[in-house]
């Protein structure tokens, strides 16, 4: 009896699983789904109280000793409760893996759409600085040619830089403070010593992820907000990164007044701090504000980094 009635309800809940996945489209709803679980158990539980009764009969204590509808009513029951069971659980389970494939697929789309959009923001630094460093190097090619080819080497090898990080939206810190210095170098030699700057940073910030590019737009505004604003004969640029645990501190100071409101606007601010956001959400800081008589942004990054 009992190796009969399993195998007749291993076959029945067979049939409902295919026709499950050829009829049900995932994850369905419970209003739906459960008045058909309840039908569908109660018409297991006759086909198993139609195969009980059958063997009972026939085989083992004969047709003259048919069970009254009392100890039918019991069975029934017991088989349709051990179905809408086995339904109730696999609806569920079949339910919650398609609703966290559903969900998979989801971030899946998300994270392409962010790297696509991290790859535009990443395009729009390129050509900006290329065009800012070619007018830099036009404007000295005739009167200062020494100048102008030491400033096509810096370019170049700038350039290159870039070049080789079409890859991961990433960098360690070290490289990124060794572009910004070659930077401030060209515009050093472009304004004929106009500028004196520093960089410093600790040995152990040097192996932090940052996103590619990062610093570029803050070093830029220092260079052209410090000499338009700055009233000194010569304007210092001071570049330094620390890291405290596991935040990363990086500060851009320039002499000069800041204008009211100047810290929102302008599109390289804008573009840091979407980049920040995709790549440490929550996990970041970037402020811009009067301190004294200079211009300091300061730009906090925590671990681990995303996208990368």
């Known amino acids: 009896m009992t190796a009969i009635l399993d195998t007749s309800g291993f076959l029945l ?8 996945r050829h009829w049900l ?3 369905v709803s419970a209003v739906k789904v459960v008045p058909l679980t309840v039908v569908l158990a109660f018409a297991g539980g006759l086909l198993q109280l139609a195969v009980s009764r059958t063997i009972l009969v026939h085989v083992l204590i004969g047709a003259e000793d048919q069970p009254t509808v009392y100890w039918s009513l019991i069975p029934l029951i017991y088989y349709t409760a051990i179905f809408l069971g086995w339904s109730l659980a696999y609806l569920w389970l079949t339910t919650d893996y398609a609703a966290r494939a559903e969900r998979e697929r989801g971030r899946e789309a998300q994270s392409t759409a962010v790297r696509a959009e991290l790859q535009q923001l990443r395009t729009q ?4 600085f290329l065009f800012n460093a070619l007018t830099a190097v036009t404007a000295d090619i ?8 030491e400033m096509t080497h810096r370019i170049a090898g700038y350039l290159r830089y870039l070049l080789d990080r079409q890859g991961p939206p990433v960098s360690l810190l070290a490289e990124e403070i060794e572009a910004v210095s070659a930077y401030l170098r060209i515009q050093q030699l472009r304004y004929d010593r106009l500028i004196e700057f520093t960089v410093t940073m600790d040995e152990q910030a040097g192996r932090f992820q940052v996103p ?4 570029q737009g803050l070093v830029e505004n220092a260079v052209k907000h410090g000499l338009r604003l700055s009233t000194p004969s010569r304007l210092r640029i001071e570049v330094r990164a620390m890291l405290d645990r596991d935040q990363l501190v990086v500060t851009v100071a320039n002499q000069g007044q800041m204008l009211p409101g100047s810290d929102r606007k302008g599109l390289g601010l804008a573009n840091i701090r979407r980049r ?3 790549h440490f959400p929550q996990r970041h800081s970037l402020t811009v504000g009067q301190e004294g008589e200079l211009v300091v942004a300061r730009l906090t990054m925590q671990e681990p980094i995303h996208f990368a």
């Open 13 to 20: 809940t067979c049939g409902v699983h295919l026709a499950a």
């Open 25 to 27: 489209v995932w994850p």
């Open 125 to 128: 630094l390129d050509p900006h």
């Open 142 to 149: 005739h009167d200062r040619p020494d100048i102008a080819l």
């Open 212 to 215: 590619h590019l990062i610093l």
């Open 276 to 278: 920040l956001q995709l």
